[in-house]
C-alpha cells in the first residue's frame, strides 16, 4: 500500500518547538519533491515548504522563513519539517506531500495529517 504518514505534531508553547516527520510506505521518496502543507480551521490549506527531488534550494513560506527548516533522509524514506519558534498563528493540521512528474501525468500522495497546537 502506497502512503505517507506524518507524525511529531502536538502541543507546544510559543517559542518552542517540534519536529514533524513524513514516512513514505510502498515507495522511495528519493525521486519525489516532497512539500508540506498546513490548514487552520476556517482557512484554506497553504503551502510552508518544499525540497525537491535533486535537493534543489528548499522553498519557504514567507510566514515561516528563518524558523523552520526541512530536509530529507533518502535512507530512511523520510522527511523532516523542523519547526522552531514557533508562534500560535502556526496552529494547524500539517500535512505532506509527494509529487512526482512523469511522462503523461503525475503522481501525488498525502499524508493523514498532524496537528500541531501553539499556545501563547
Known amino acids: 500500500q502506497l502512503q505517507l504518514v506524518e507524525s511529531g505534531g502536538g502541543s507546544v508553547q510559543s517559542g518552542g518547538s517540534l519536529r514533524l516527520s513524513c514516512v513514505a510506505s510502498g515507495f522511495t521518496l528519493d525521486l519525489y519533491a516532497i512539500g508540506w502543507f498546513r490548514q487552520a480551521p476556517g482557512k484554506e490549506r497553504e503551502g510552508v515548504s518544499c525540497i525537491g527531488s535533486l535537493d534543489e534550494t528548499p522553498y519557504y513560506a514567507d510566514s515561516v522563513k528563518g524558523r523552520f527548516t526541512i530536509s530529507r533522509d533518502n535512507a530512511k524514506n523520510t522527511v523532516y519539517l523542523q519547526m522552531n519558534t514557533l508562534k500560535p498563528e502556526d496552529t494547524a493540521v500539517y500535512y505532506c506531500?509527494?509529487?512526482?512528474?512523469?511522462?503523461?501525468?503525475?503522481?501525488?500522495?498525502w499524508g493523514q495529517g498532524t496537528q500541531v497546537t501553539v499556545s501563547s
Open positions: 506531500r509527494a509529487h512526482r512528474a512523469v511522462a503523461g501525468g503525475e503522481y501525488n500522495y
